[in-house]
């Protein structure tokens, strides 16, 4: 390993670095995977604890359910009828086993929490995961800049705690964009089609520049055997689980989509927004980096025509996942998502990580682009200001961030701590009067009702 000084030598305005490497210098430096998956881990445990639940469909769909898992009573939603079947119980069960490990120990408030924790766990694992195949893939300073972008964000702090399938199919994206940027694609192939079955069935859009790349370098009999063996360890012990529980054959990835978008109303039901929606939305959770995120393809033509790096294109090198590619399932999935009248925020959580890639992509474009300005008109004094940029965007993207989460737990955490409070008293009443039965009337406000968990036992009812 060459020292330090002899690399600052090298990195000299004259003879700079490359921003974004086809293999990165192992030279450069950037945070270890383990130092990463610190800092991811203290930003998930921050969400276990202080993120509200912003979506009704997370108590009555996910949580609920769960609840009827364990305890065998809760609130039941029309979605999981066998008549529709469009919900499928494995997802659910992938989070009860757990549970049911924490409830021999603590109560069901604490089991809410600590699933909670273990669903930070997760993404916390999945996010180091993804940063190391960029760091592989794209160098030390796209790897770092991802870095503030996933630990900061406020979308992420709204996501990677949420019980909810477009939540852990952000997770397996992660899995799969990371292995497929260290071409371990037997581990990208089946990523997908966990986030697609047991998640979200869409999301295999996501996985489609994925498979295209896989068939053309490597061939349609490979990524047809990932994708066969993939789809029957996942699939077949799904369907096997919701036909026992519906008491007839469901697919419950397939009724989904079938429901979405061929059956007579669909999701256009419950509100259409205009194609602003998600632009506004993606500011307030992401803001500079959803900016930057969509300047990352026009920055890299700029930057392909101006620098002449004819190479940028080819696709003939196996060793790597070429840029404009690596884009590719976040323009496909905004250009799906965008364009469908009914859009709601969590719609948008499989792509976060991929927004937060392409905005440090953008600043790395950046500061290419001026690397080369610096050498053309010999601006040499301005080398050693290079980061500079870089270091004002992130540093503001940070404050913004926190501002938003802030904002979010002072304005909206006031069911969680009121149930909280609830959750206590009635355990002591329950104590004092174990033959009596108790409803919670809550009219109008049902939505905000965090799930049974939040209620010691069965004599404590919902109204």
Partial sequence: ??????????????????????????????????????????????????????????????????????????????????VYAIRSYAYNALHAVPAMGLRLLFDKITVFYGLRVLLGLACASAEAYFYEGVNIRFGSVVAQLLLVFLTFASGMFVACCAFLPSSFAMLMVMVAVGAWLRND?????????????????????????????????????????????????VLGPQVLLDSFLYRRLVIAPLNIVLYNVFGQGGPDLYGVEPFSFYLKNGFLNLNIAFLLALLVLPLWVIRTLVLQKRDALSWSNAKVVPLWLALAPMYLWMAIFFT???????FLFPIYPLICLSAALSIGLIQELLTAVILKFRYFRFGNYLSVPGILLT???????????????????????????????????????????????????WYRFPSNFFFPSRRWQLQ
């Fill in 1 to 82: 390993m060459s020292s330090a000084k002899e690399r600052r030598r090298r990195e000299t305005p004259e003879n700079p670095s490359p921003i974004l490497p086809e293999m990165a210098n192992p030279d450069d430096w950037a945070p270890s995977t383990g130092a990463a998956f610190k800092l991811f881990l203290i930003a998930c445990l921050v969400s276990a604890k202080y993120s509200n639940i912003s979506d009704c469909d997370e108590t009555f769909n996910y949580w609920e359910p769960t609840h009827f898992l364990m305890f065998g009573y809760g609130f039941q939603t029309w979605e999981y009828s066998p």
């Fill in 185 to 233: 694609n037997k581990v990208a192939v089946c990523a997908i089609a966990i986030a697609s079955c047991l998640g979200w069935p869409f999301v295999a859009a996501i996985g489609i520049p994925i498979a295209i790349d896989i068939m053309y370098r490597y061939g349609l009999r490979r990524f047809t055997i990932y994708a066969a063996v993939s789809g029957v360890l």
């Fill in 340 to 346: 469908r009248p009914h859009k709601e925020e969590r």
């Fill in 395 to 445: 540093a503001a993207f940070a404050l913004l961030s926190v501002s938003r989460s802030v904002a979010l737990y002072k304005g909206y955490h006031a069911p969680l701590d009121v149930y909280t409070e609830l959750y206590e008293h009635a355990t002591t009443e329950s104590a004092r009067h174990p033959t009596f039965s108790y409803n919670v009337c809550v009219g109008k406000e």
